[in-house]
């Protein structure tokens, strides 16, 4: 690159109204571009009937709601959204619960054969999820856990992410505050209940929203494990599978598809709108991986 | 710590602790095992137990009605990954190469800069990264359906766009070699966003003063970027490929919605492969086969990335 052109470059980032205006045009255009695929869905769900394969494609709603009314009577899902819920809740509890507590052994205590485990969950990082469907669809099976809440939650509560964020929060907390409670004769239990949940509490919330989040969004695992139950009135499976089965039936429904597409991201878009600071701190803190 | 234990024998053997509680010792418990417990008996069970698991089940031609039919192949399963029969090992194995190629090289680039171009901003550029984000917090399985309409060649809005603009347009998932090319569209949007935090956490903390004494000395802002802010982010640009590249290697439902591994096999990656033998074909044994294959490339990845990672997660280990 010559030198001149850089300059021309290096005025255009750096200084200027100009520069600093078409930075945000630019940015505003990009960010417009990465959220227009929803808006033509609630475009898509709110057309008259056939008009979604227009050529040029309609971009603006006809407000028509037979195409939602239509979708949320074709299956169960206030069922389907009462399972992702709940598995999700439940993964959240488990993963804080675990997280606290090995992130408290890991950060806080000493004890022989620390390090080796503290290897044995980093080495969990490299065992993916695609790896693991087959041995733990047979083991689910062999247990009789398959098209149960149990095979959603259990295998998913606990989070290396989760572990090693805990204890890297202990490992700021100054000595002297743990062991000035622990000289007032407090057991660990006690300690770590009322002095060292509190100062974690950041890392408590960046695990609560990233687990549940992905959760919700898991597919693999539950379409796998509730395979058989398809039920509807007894189904144990997620909305996320209960959409997948849903656009199988309904392929050629493209307006009602829509419709189920909108109502089912909805939910979890608005969770992220509310919480999007805490998703992007838990991005910051990633460097712990994400397992799965 | 080893000389300090020796020279003063009477201290606590831990290096951390530098007197000993006078009350009694709150760190060091024997029973410290028992807090990381629950977590290590999930991890066991559900993780580390089962690979060693998927080793033996790869060597047997599974019975997944009947374990006890099961008849022991060796390593029969392995050899037959190089049968010619369709779809095969290496023509998966190469797309799984293909798409996480595309994907570190393409959202490495694309979200750096995107994190240049969105760095210290206000309202609005703040608003800009949480559109950028929105795409990864939201589901694959709706997002995927999507990007079917997307692309698709007779009313989607890529080819429209593309029509407007007087290009060629393509058929997008329709067609066996602009297939996986939509597939990797598709995952940048969803993917990109975080990455692009990332990035962008990465420059929110580097030091000013390398970068103002450049421009002192009349580097130009390329001059800069590529001699200080690239080098500077080394650590985070490292972590960010080596994130990409294990969960492209993994991806799954993008390949299951938009393009179902096709067309004629051309979006059949390892993982994807994987799933078909073992949950589809009920080839359990084989598809076992597979996935140890899947996890002997993830760890390699997974170990040159210890091996070239310097700052960023070192704190980890």
């Known amino acids: ?292 | 710590m080893t000389a300090t234990t020796t020279a003063r024998p009477a201290l606590a053997t831990d290096g951390r602790t530098r007197r000993r509680t006078p009350a009694r010792d709150f760190r060091t418990t024997r029973w410290g095992w028992a807090y990381s417990a629950p977590a290590v008996l999930i991890f066991s069970a559900f993780v580390i137990v089962p690979t060693g698991y998927t080793f033996y089940v790869s060597l047997w031609k599974w019975n997944a009605l009947n374990p006890a039919m099961s008849v022991y192949r060796g390593l029969g399963n392995y050899q037959r990954l190089f049968d010619a029969t369709q779809p095969t090992f290496l023509s998966s194995l190469w797309h799984s190469l293909y798409f996480s190629g595309a994907m570190v090289v393409g959202g490495t680039a694309l979200s750096l800069a995107l994190a240049l171009l969105l760095q210290r901003g206000g309202a609005l550029l703040n608003a800009s990264r949480v559109a950028l984000f929105l795409p990864h917090a939201t589901p694959m399985i709706a997002t995927s359906m999507i990007w079917v309409w997307i692309f698709n060649p007779r009313f989607g809005l890529a080819d429209w766009m593309l029509h407007s603009l007087h290009l060629p347009t393509s058929q997008w998932l329709q067609s066996s070699t602009s297939a996986m090319p939509a597939v990797i569209v598709y995952s940048l949007w969803h993917e990109v966003g975080f990455t692009t935090v990332v990035f962008l956490g990465g420059l929110a903390v580097l030091p000013n003063e390398l970068s103002e004494a450049a421009r002192m000395d009349g580097c130009s802002a390329w001059q800069e970027f590529w001699h200080i802010t690239w080098h500077q982010l080394r650590p985070v640009t490292v972590f960010v490929v080596a994130i990409t590249a294990i969960t492209s290697l993994q991806a799954f439902t993008q390949f299951y919605q938009l393009s179902d591994g096709g067309p004629v096999y051309a979006t059949t990656t390892l993982s994807y492969l994987v799933y078909q033998e073992a949950f589809v074909l009920s080839d359990t044994g084989y598809g076992a086969a597979l996935a140890v294959v899947l996890f002997a490339v993830t760890v390699f990845f997974t170990l040159v990335r210890r091996r070239t990672a310097t700052g960023a997660d070192s704190a980890l280990t």
């Open chain 1, 1 to 292: 690159m010559t030198a001149s052109s850089s300059r021309g470059v290096r005025s255009l980032i750096r200084a200027g109204r100009a520069g600093r205006l078409a930075r945000r045009v630019l940015a505003l255009l990009i960010g417009a571009a990465f959220v227009f695929p929803f808006y033509w869905t609630v475009v898509i769900s709110l057309g008259r009937p056939g008009e979604f394969s227009d050529f040029p494609p309609v971009l603006l709603p006809h407000w028509d709601w037979s195409n939602w009314s239509r979708a949320w009577h074709a299956a169960p899902w206030v069922r389907l959204f009462g399972n992702t819920v709940l598995i999700a809740s439940g993964t959240v509890l488990l993963c804080l619960a675990t997280s606290l507590l090995a992130g408290f052994a890991f950060g806080v205590l000493r004890f022989p054969g620390r390090k080796f485990l503290t290897m044995l969950v980093l080495a969990v990082l490299m065992m993916p999820g695609t790896v693991l469907i087959i041995p733990d669809y047979v083991l689910a099976s062999d247990l009789h856990l398959l098209n149960t809440y149990w095979i959603q939650i259990i295998p998913w509560g606990a989070s290396v992410f989760g572990i090693f964020l805990v204890r890297q929060f202990f490992l700021a907390i100054p000595q002297e505050i743990l062991d000035a409670a622990a000289l007032d004769g407090a057991s660990r239990l006690r300690v770590l209940w009322s002095i060292g949940i509190p100062m974690v509490r950041p890392a408590l919330v960046i695990i609560a929203v990233n687990v549940f989040l992905g959760s919700w969004n898991s597919f693999l695992w539950p379409v796998i494990m509730t395979s058989s139950s398809m039920d509807s009135s007894s189904t144990v499976q997620p909305v996320e599978v209960g959409l997948s089965t849903f656009a199988s039936a309904e392929g050629t429904d493209f307006p009602g598809l829509a419709a189920a597409v909108t109502f089912t991201t909805l939910p979890v878009m608005a969770f992220f709108l509310v919480l999007q600071r805490q998703f992007i701190r838990g991005a910051l803190s990633a460097a712990g991986g994400v397992r799965g």
